[in-house]
């Protein structure tokens, strides 16, 4: 059973940043895909980011010029970094992943990120 685990997230000014983390408990050898939703009050989960075991990123263009994924030190983890935050971008970020063992998709409990002043 795959579990990831994440941290980082909190209470942040408009104009700030944060750093998001997320640490599978598998092997990066059997990691696909990992990445980040977001799911604010009242709206559809959606995609923020993803990495590929390749290295090839994907950034939603709401966050592009903002926000950067990157594998951590440990190669079965990713961080988020997230930079000139705005209200908007207040939801709980889940961390998401695929193994190269099957076609589903792993989840974290989530991590609320809150920006307001």
């Known amino acids: 059973q795959v579990q990831l685990v994440e941290s980082g997230g909190g209470l942040v000014q408009p104009g700030g940043s944060l750093r998001l983390s997320c640490a599978a408990s598998i092997s990066a050898f059997s990691i696909n895909v990992m990445g980040w939703y977001r799911q604010a009050p009242g709206k559809e989960r959606e995609m923020v980011a993803r990495i590929t075991s390749g290295g090839i990123t994907n950034v939603a263009d709401s966050v592009k010029d903002r926000f950067t994924i990157s594998r951590g030190n440990a190669e079965n983890t990713v961080n988020l970094q997230m930079n000139s935050l705005k209200p908007e971008d207040t939801a709980v970020y889940y961390c998401?992943?695929?193994?190269?063992?099957?076609?589903?998709?792993?989840w974290g409990k989530g991590t609320l990120v809150t920006v307001s002043s």
């Open positions: 998401y992943l695929r193994p190269n063992y099957n076609n589903k998709n792993y």
